[in-house]
């Protein structure tokens, strides 16, 4: 699928395969979950633009990259929690901002509760934690919002995602990058993905 990426390696199949067991404890989710991340980070972030920059090594002066250009990563509430550390760890030159919105079951719609980014955001590159990308309407909501602030390109970073959601947010958003690990089998009655792994917010965070 186009501006999609499925990230494949033993390592993330292993964790995955981990985190999905129904039995896996709240701190082992949340280890998990911040392993995973770390990965995630890598891989959203190949494209950095980089500047040289000149140092001196115990042996002699040489020329190394830097990143150069701004970014911002801004987290969907509650569950996107569990992978902001790993950015804040791996991108340290970055800002950061929380997007409460959820679905409304009842009202068939989402709901905002609470909306911060950092200052300055037109034309930075932005990159959106939503773990769960399911029928999509969380994130398409996120999205709408961001792109009020005339942010720069966006990526969506995603442990599990469905084909529905993808679709939903490229049919909005086309220029939207997506990063995941698995594009699963699909949804069940209550918009749940399958396989799976539950309701992340609450393995993290042991609210079961």
């Known amino acids: 699928m186009k501006n999609v990426t499925v990230i494949e390696h033993p390592i993330v199949s292993h964790k995955l395969g981990l985190l999905r067991q129904k039995g896996t404890r709240p701190n082992e989710f949340r280890q998990l979950f911040d392993e995973l991340g770390q990965i995630l980070a890598y891989e959203a972030t190949r494209d950095l633009k980089t500047v040289k920059h000149e140092i001196e090594t115990p042996m002699m002066k040489a020329k190394v990259d830097k990143i150069g250009e701004q970014v911002v990563v801004a987290t969907v509430l509650r569950a996107a929690e569990g992978i902001l550390p790993a950015f804040m760890q791996m991108l340290p030159f970055a800002?950061?901002?929380?997007?409460?919105?959820?679905?409304?079951?009842?009202?068939?719609?989402?709901?905002?509760y609470y909306f911060?980014?950092?200052?300055?955001?037109?034309?930075?590159?932005?990159?959106l934690l939503d773990p769960l990308l399911a029928t999509g309407d969380t994130a398409l909501a996120a999205l709408d919002r961001l792109k009020q602030y005339q942010v720069g390109p966006i990526t969506v970073?995603?442990?599990?995602?469905a084909k529905v959601g993808i679709e939903k947010v490229h049919a909005e958003h086309p220029d939207v990058k997506i990063f995941t690990f698995s594009i699963e089998k699909g949804l069940d009655d209550r918009g749940y993905l399958l396989p799976g792994l539950g309701d992340a917010g609450d393995r993290l965070f042991g609210t079961v």
Do not use: A, S, W
């Open 116 to 127: 911060k980014l950092p200052k300055d955001v037109k034309g930075k590159r932005l990159i």
């Open 95 to 112: 800002t950061f901002g929380h997007i409460g919105i959820y679905r409304d079951k009842f009202m068939n719609q989402t709901v905002e």
């Open 157 to 161: 970073v995603t442990l599990l995602c």
